[in-house]
């Protein structure tokens, strides 16, 4: 029972980051929710019993990915512009 709830909470988390990465106009804003998505992720297959996955989608998803296009949006314009 308990388990239910946490994955519906999880998968809900999934589906507003995702949505908060699509519609966020600020790059900033769209890397950090982003990470969050690769965060809950890997909460989810931790949750599934895959802790090997769940470590490295953490790492190399949640932490450096978001981390490398945190640098990218440094040397480029922070704000999209609007088509």
């Not at 900033?28 to 809950?40: E, I, M, N, P, V």
């Not at 490295?56 to 949640?62: E, K, P, R, V």
């Amino acid at each position: 029972m308990i388990e239910t709830i946490i994955h519906v909470l999880v998968i809900a988390g999934l589906v507003v980051s995702a949505i908060l990465v699509f519609y966020f106009r600020d790059l900033l804003a769209a890397a950090l929710a982003s990470g969050l998505f690769s965060f809950l992720i890997s909460l989810e297959f931790y949750i599934l019993q895959a802790p090997d996955v769940a470590v490295s989608q953490a790492g190399i998803g949640a932490g450096l990915t978001t981390a490398i296009f945190i640098l990218a949006i440094r040397s480029t314009k922070r704000y999209e512009e609007d088509v």
